[in-house]
């Protein structure tokens, strides 16, 4: 099996499945409970093995903190942590005010070298990219390696592991030009991990044509 066709296969295998989702802010009425639904809808899984050698390459998962995503983690983090109406709206505020600067994912990986899949290590084997439909590259302006996730992390990211590094990874929302990273009309984005050995990419489907609608935070976040 080629390079090719390996990267190709492990793209739809990422993506295969998931629902296209909206990156137009819009009021959302979850529950605690919803968090796991979303956390799925917004994570993307994908392994790399290198049939030809008979080991394993990369196995990467991440999470888009998107609107959606980030509204229903505040619910379930509010509840968890008892927090008063209006310290989880002011936390609500501030994710989403985020989320116009920033598109922020919360990765999980390990290669056949543990040391070389350290994305912060400047011997790291791999390059963390966000890619769009067009095929337009754009770099991170912040990787943190979370050396030893807390609780919340733990919890709330579940492929956590001491087998994998844990990142934080933020991408602008615009180009230098000014131009969207993600365009109001995207139908997909790609968050690729590539190197030498080989290349991953993670893929969400995205629905352009969901309505746009008034962003309303109201005093309880949960509806």
Same mark, same amino acid.
């Given at each position: 099996? =080629? ?18 989702? =909206? ?70 505020? =501030? ?103 080989? =290349? ?24």
């Amino acid at each position: 099996m =080629s390079r090719g066709t390996l990267v190709l296969c492990c793209a739809l295998l990422a993506g295969c499945g998931a629902r296209a989702l =909206s990156m137009r802010p819009a009021s959302r009425s979850f529950t605690p409970d919803d968090y796991s639904s979303i956390y799925e809808d917004w994570t993307r899984t994908s392994d790399d093995f290198a049939f030809d050698r008979l080991e394993d390459i990369l196995h990467v998962t991440a999470t888009f903190e998107a609107w959606e995503f980030r509204w229903a983690y505040v619910v379930r983090y509010a509840a968890d942590y008892s927090l008063r109406t209006d310290e989880r709206t002011r936390l609500l505020r =501030s994710t989403l005010a985020d989320a116009q600067e920033r598109h922020r994912f919360f990765v999980t990986m390990v290669g056949n070298r543990y040391r070389e899949s350290d994305l912060t290590d400047e011997r790291t084997a791999w390059r963390i990219l966000l890619v769009d439909g067009e095929g337009r590259q754009t770099r991170p302006v912040e990787v943190t390696r979370l050396r030893r996730p807390g609780a919340t992390e733990r919890i709330y990211f579940p492929t956590i592991s001491v087998h994998r590094h844990t990142f934080r990874v933020a991408f602008p929302t615009h180009h230098e030009d000014g131009t969207p990273v993600i365009a109001p009309d995207a139908r997909e984005i790609v968050l690729r991990l590539t190197g030498a050995e080989g =290349s991953v990419d993670l893929r969400w489907e995205l629905n352009p044509d969901a309505p746009a609608e008034p962003l309303e935070i109201e005093a309880d976040p949960a509806g």
